[in-house]
């Protein structure tokens, strides 16, 4: 199937062709791809942070278990939750529903008492949990978007969170790294990426339930 062919045509990619920079269209293709993805009640609790600055891309390998494709990628995009979730998320959301929607708060009422309860039933570490899912569901689009564009990536959770947190900055804009997405175009020395995919049969990865 032609919509698979993206998939198997991406892989982790490890070393990056320097001389090849991700344009700004298809940036903001890939930051629009993360922002149209579902996210549990539309809330949407994470940022994207883009790092392109080689210097800082450089400083960033240390904090990154001395991975270097951290600084040989085009762009780092660094994916981060909100560590503030409260009811001011939820207001945010209505007011931007009421207005791109054009509607009154009356008619989104009974939706906004139900994700308030919601999210106030949740104590801090099960709200950063919950973040972190929808984190990884933009994660996956981005990758997906980005090998539809023929854009290289490697998802990462090698790296310290905190130091990247500082490094960045991110503390008082009440961000904390979950995940990180270097990408930019694979380098002729790249020789994982056109090894077979290793994964489960199909029997392995199934179960059919009648
Ligand atoms: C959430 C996540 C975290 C990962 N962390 C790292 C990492 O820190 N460093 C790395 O080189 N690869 C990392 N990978 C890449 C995986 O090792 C790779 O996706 C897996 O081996 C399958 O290979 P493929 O993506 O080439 O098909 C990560 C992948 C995912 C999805």
Partial sequence: M???????????????????????????????????????MGLQPFKIVVVKNKTLQQELVPLSYNQQHVAEASHILVFAIETDINQDNVDRYIERAMELRNLPSSALEGYKNSISQYMSSMSSDQKQVWATKQTYIALGTVMTIAAELKIDS??????????????????????MPVVILPIGFRSNEEVMASL???????????????
């Fill in 2 to 40: 032609k919509i698979l062919e993206p998939l198997k045509w991406r892989a982790a990619v490890r070393k990056f062709d320097t001389s090849k920079d991700v344009s700004d269209v298809e940036l903001e293709a890939l930051l629009d791809a993360g922002n149209l993805t579902a996210t549990s």
């Fill in 154 to 175: 490697c998802a990462m959770e090698g790296f310290d969170p905190v130091g990247y947190q500082k490094m960045l900055n991110l503390e008082s804009e009440n961000l």
């Fill in 196 to 210: 077979p995919k290793v994964r489960k049969t199909r029997d392995e990865f199934v179960l059919e339930v009648d």
